[in-house]
Nanobody
């Protein structure tokens, strides 16, 4: 089993920044993709960004230029740097793991990911 723990969420004013972290522990995989998603009550979980084992990334169009994903493989940690935050970015942010032998795989569907964290709340005030 894989455990994912997100942190770094909180309350920030519009235009501000936050950095989320996600640490993976437990069962390890030789190669995997990590993704960030977000969800607001009453809506489906929305793709934010994925980073493959090779480091290739795929961003949701609306997040390009404002969000940046990075990772530290040695620490099994992925980060999401969010800047120029808007009230509509308010959501619970989740990280997820997709075990994959494809070094460049960056899936956008929630069904591709097998393991999920508990989420961290991000609230952006206007």
């Amino acid at each position: 089993q894989v455990q994912l723990v997100e942190s770094g969420g909180g309350l920030v004013q519009a235009g501000g920044s936050l950095r989320l972290s996600c640490v993976a522990s437990g069962r390890t995989f030789s190669t995997y993709t990590m993704g960030w998603f977000r969800q607001v009550p009453g809506k489906e979980r929305e793709f934010v960004v994925a980073i493959s084992w090779s480091g290739s990334t795929y961003y949701s169009d609306s997040k390009k230029g404002r969000f940046t994903v990075s990772r530290d493989i040695a620490k099994n940690t992925v980060y999401l740097q969010m800047s120029s935050l808007k009230p509509e970015d308010t959501a619970v942010y989740y990280c997820a793991v997709c075990p994959s032998d494809n070094y460049y795989y960056t899936p956008r569907s929630t069904t591709a990911y097998d393991y999920w964290g508990q989420g961290t709340q991000v609230t952006v005030s206007s």
